[in-house]
């Protein structure tokens, strides 16, 4: 697994997760509706103007499909038993980290839609100046943030035994 490359020795992984597959559900919609409209425009047209067609196609599925896909296969949020860390973007890569102990409070935002598809926003409230970190569109979102909630605990009940 290639997160563990971003462990400390003896660091080991509660969950690891990508956001919800909602997040591609608009760029799998445009490939189709790309995909019709350049079959329909391509059986219409002759020569030059049907590789046109084609041409704006691939451009279209490679802009508004390809690239959100590649950006949602990229985006991940990890909790190990120390931190806290998020990583995303396809050709430049963005992190953050917050270690456990400077987590304050962590909650769940659902919509209606999130709860129809089992997803929502984990808000974690950092103890730094950075304040609230919002991870969006986090599958089982009621889970996660039982498991954070445990393992904060379960880190605080540590450090008073020290």
Same mark, same amino acid.
């Given at each position: 697994?290639?997160?563990?490359?971003?462990?400390?020795? !003896?660091? #080991?992984?509660?969950?690891?997760?990508?956001?919800?597959?909602?997040?591609?559900?608009?760029?799998?919609?445009?490939?189709?509706?790309? @995909?019709?409209?350049?079959? @329909?425009?391509?059986? $219409?047209?002759? =020569?030059?103007? %049907?590789?046109?067609?084609?041409?704006?196609?691939?451009?279209?599925?490679?802009? @508004?499909? &390809?690239?959100?896909? &590649?950006?949602?296969? #990229?985006?991940?949020?990890?909790?190990?038993?120390?931190?806290? @860390?998020? +990583?995303?973007?396809?050709?430049?890569? %963005? =992190? $953050?980290?917050?270690?456990?102990?400077?987590?304050?409070?962590?909650?769940?935002?659902? =919509?209606?839609?999130?709860?129809? *598809? !089992?997803? !929502?926003?984990?808000?974690?409230?950092?103890?730094?100046?950075? =304040? +609230?970190?919002?991870?969006?569109?986090?599958?089982?979102?009621?889970?996660?943030?039982?498991?954070?909630?445990? *393992? &904060?605990?379960?880190?605080?009940?540590?450090?008073?035994?020290?």
């Amino acid at each position: 697994m290639a997160i563990t490359r971003h462990l400390n020795p !003896g660091e #080991s992984i509660v969950f690891h997760t990508r956001t919800h597959p909602k997040k591609i559900l608009v760029p799998i919609l445009v490939l189709v509706v790309a @995909f019709v409209v350049a079959v @329909f425009l391509s059986t $219409h047209t002759h =020569g030059a103007a %049907r590789t046109v067609v084609w041409i704006v196609a691939l451009v279209v599925v490679i802009v @508004f499909t &390809l690239w959100p896909v &590649l950006g949602w296969l #990229s985006a991940t949020y990890t909790v190990t038993d120390r931190r806290l @860390f998020t +990583r995303s973007g396809v050709l430049t890569r %963005r =992190g $953050h980290d917050i270690p456990l102990n400077r987590i304050s409070d962590v909650s769940s935002e659902r =919509g209606v839609l999130d709860r129809m *598809l !089992g997803c !929502g926003t984990l808000v974690i409230s950092d103890a730094s100046t950075q =304040g +609230r970190v919002s991870l969006p569109d986090v599958p089982h979102v009621e889970e996660r943030q039982l498991q954070l909630s445990d *393992l &904060l605990f379960q880190h605080a009940q540590g450090d008073e035994g020290s």
